[in-house]
């Protein structure tokens, strides 16, 4: 099995504004920050997983990092809605 250090991965995070008074106020620029907040949790989730395992359940994946990045942008007034892992290719 191949070790997750020399991956290239992308992804596409969807979210919603629920609360635009927080989104404005209690973070700056919360458009970058769940941009960084995606790439963090997308690197941090799939860290703990083998590559046969990341390209057989994405589905379970996704879930999780949906999860994580809910929890961490709910006080920014913004709401993960959707995950999706798009490519993960190992790189050489």
Known sequence: TKDNVGVLISGS????VHNSYDACFKVQDYQKNICN????????????????EIIADRHK???QLCEMIGKASAPWG??????????????N
């Open 37 to 52: 907040l995606g790439m963090c949790a997308m690197r941090s989730v799939t860290g703990l997983f083998q590559y046969d």
């Open 78 to 91: 913004v709401n993960c809605s959707k995950f999706e892992i798009q490519t993960f290719v190992p790189a």
């Open 13 to 16: 995070l969807f979210y919603q």
């Open 61 to 63: 994946i996704n879930a």
